[in-house]
């Protein structure tokens, strides 16, 4: 019933963008607590930053000044932005709401390489 699906994750190399999103169904998004968190290789789940259902914000010290979480509730979708990416922002990143029950989407890959 509940359904997060992310897209766009790829390989960049450092410094580079990418934007992921995540479009939800099978919950009411508008009032939706939503957030991305990462797991990379060999490390524990981390979340990177989240969004309430009117906008306010919160990151991760690591994605600080870099990313950008937003939503557009008419398309039911939740946003990443990743700006001047570097390879310890390798991993996956998932979708998730934020709260209880907490669903998860099944995740997109991000590598930062050279």
């Known amino acids: 019933q509940v359904q997060l699906v992310e897209s766009g994750g790829g390989l960049v190399q450092p410094g580079g963008s990418l934007r992921l999103s995540c479009v939800a169904s099978?919950?009411?998004?508008?009032?939706?607590?939503m957030g991305w968190a990462r797991q990379a290789p060999g490390q524990q789940r981390e979340s990177v930053a989240t969004i309430t259902g009117i906008g306010s914000t919160n990151y991760a010290d690591s994605a600080k000044g870099r990313f950008t979480i937003s939503r557009d509730n008419a398309k039911k979708t939740v946003f990443l932005q990743m700006n001047n990416l570097q390879p310890e922002d390798t991993g996956i990143y998932y979708c998730a709401t934020v709260g209880n029950p907490r669903y998860w989407g099944q995740g997109t890959q991000v590598t930062v390489s050279a």
């Open positions: 099978g919950i009411v998004f508008r009032t939706a607590h």
